[in-house]
């Protein structure tokens, strides 16, 4: 059996070895996929299309905002997903197992924790908001503010970080983070244009239209924030105590 | 052996990448097919996945060229004080431009960064989710190995299966001590793979 299972590997080995040899060089410019008229668009015309700095971030929520969008609720159907597989599962009563021990929480650890959680905290809120400007976006922002939480319940204990950020807030934030999302899409639908063409914004707001298109991804990128950062929290927090939130980790 | 045209300088020199993607992904691969644990099966597919976004990374990778953010001579918002070789600083003040297809070539494709950003976030839910289905099934089986769940689930379902076939015979009043027999096989037949196996911790 264990033979027989190098039989595709060393098959699918073999195809993708052969088909390596037509694939562009390293670095080589004249790849197809950098020569493609899309990423060429995409580079020449984001400045002129959005007056957005950061061509990714352009590219993520704006040009392909339909895809970011549908991304942000696959992230939230699998966070609703764990909670409802491992909620009211299995061990009602907490048995302690042999590897469980009581154990206070570190002086030395929690009180690094405390002086490290503020700035990290403030680091995710900025690579948020400079998700434009320079390298960062609402995923990145969100998976460090769900990091923030996820080192107070490791340091202290489950408990502690469900005080500060409770777990049904994790399904109110992420359903608002995307309810965000869908609303400045549905926004600049009913102001004329189509599903997620922010352009159409300028209409209410004194911006211009290249301008609206900047704002409105910032909004776009906060509500995917909102929604990684309680998802991330939430998936910590029921896998690593089986669905209990009671003594974790 | 490295000589020009070679198989072995076409692959180890001028598209090392390629082959470095490669070997990662059939490791992967290989842990998904032939791993019996369930959870060094979802390791090999993360590595699987890893090798899939280098892939892709490097493919938007253009020699000599930058990050995707626009320098300061091209920023859209112009108005920069960059500080240059000599002491003095060159001042960009300018609109949004459409670049030309030279100045295309200085930045590295954005495509797929952004392909992989995604990516690399529904792997995270995947991996969350499939790690929630483990501990569901080591809840209900006791066992996250391959073929001691399957042992686990025949057993249940022959159990299931005499039950089933008991129905019947009782409303056709059988003897009493056939249906006894019926009964003690099953529950000796339960009874010896239970016992061959831990018990499931978290069962009801």
Known sequence: MKLLSYIPVLVVGVLL????????????????????????????????DTEVPNMVTAVLADYRGFDTMFETVVVFIAGMAVLAILK?????????REFEVDAEPDLIVTNTVRLLVPVIQIFAFYVLAHGHVSPGGGFQGGVLMGASFILVALSWDLETALIRFPLNWTTILGGLGIF????????SMFLGGEF??????????PVSREMARYHAMLGVEIGVGLTVTAIMFSLYANLSTEGRLQRGL | MFEDGTIINELLIERLNYFIYVVLLLIGLHAMIAKKNLIKKLIGMSIFQTAIILFYVSIGVKEGSTIPVYLPEHDPHGSHSVPS??????????????????????????????????????????LGLALAL?????QGYGTIE??????????????????????PKDQKLPKKDELKK?????VSKSKTLSASKPKPKGKK
């Open chain 1, 17 to 48: 070895l052969y088909a390596a040899k037509d694939f562009p060089e390293w670095g080589s410019p004249d790849a197809p996929a950098s020569k493609s008229p899309v990423s060429s668009h995409f580079i020449a015309n984001t400045g002129v």
């Open chain 1, 88 to 96: 009211n599962s299995g061990r009602k009563k907490l048995v302690k």
């Open chain 1, 180 to 187: 965000l999302y869908a609303g400045i899409g549905l926004l």
């Open chain 1, 196 to 205: 997620l063409d922010y352009s159409e914004l300028a209409n209410i707001f």
């Open chain 2, 85 to 126: 070789d000599t002491n003095e600083t060159s001042h960009f003040d300018h609109g949004p431009v459409i670049l030309d297809s030279s100045l295309v070539k200085g930045y590295a494709n954005p495509l797929p960064h952004v392909l992989m950003l995604t990516a690399i976030v529904v792997g995270v839910a995947t």
């Open chain 2, 134 to 138: 483990c501990q569901r099934i080591y």
């Open chain 2, 146 to 167: 391959e073929d001691e769940l399957l042992a686990k689930m025949e057993s249940r379902e022959i159990r299931s299966k005499t039950l089933s076939v008991q129905i």
């Open chain 2, 182 to 186: 019926e009964k003690s096989r099953s």
